[in-house]
């Protein structure tokens, strides 16, 4: 299982902007899907966005729909989460993860490999 290592947390102001990066220690191309998951305080892990290697399909869950935005870099093993209008309720530690054959379209599962997480604030 590849390494993940995420970046470009940190406080902001809402309605403000952040895009994080997730870098996967070995070649993502083998791998079905990547995707972004995020958990706050008191509350369990959610994913909030996947995209599947092959394709391009994105797909968010509705607190993102319509901010935030996952694409890839294969050549630099690299993928983002561009987040916009972010809103106080944004705030948790983000997650990027990798999904081998069991990862689903439109699905939050099948997710096998997952980077420490970068913390981002939001302030109202």
């Known amino acids: 299982l590849p390494k993940l290592v995420e970046s470009g947390g940190t406080s902001v102001q809402a309605g403000g902007s952040l895009r994080l990066s997730c870098v996967a220690s070995?070649?993502?191309?083998?791998?079905?899907?990547l995707g972004w998951f995020r958990q706050a305080p008191g509350t369990a892990r959610e994913g909030i966005a996947g995209i599947l290697q092959f394709g391009g399909t994105a797909w968010y869950s509705d607190p993102v729909k319509g901010r935030f935005t996952i694409s890839q870099d294969n050549a630099n093993n690299t993928w983002y989460l561009q987040m916009n209008s972010l809103k106080s309720e944004d705030t948790a530690m983000y997650y990027c993860?990798?999904?081998?054959?069991?990862?689903?379209?439109?699905?939050?599962?099948?997710?096998?490999?997952w980077g420490q997480g970068t913390q981002v604030t939001v302030s109202s």
């Open positions: 993860a990798e999904g081998g054959w069991a990862c689903r379209a439109g699905w939050f599962v099948g997710f096998n490999s």
């Open positions: 070995e070649d993502i191309v083998k791998s079905k899907c």
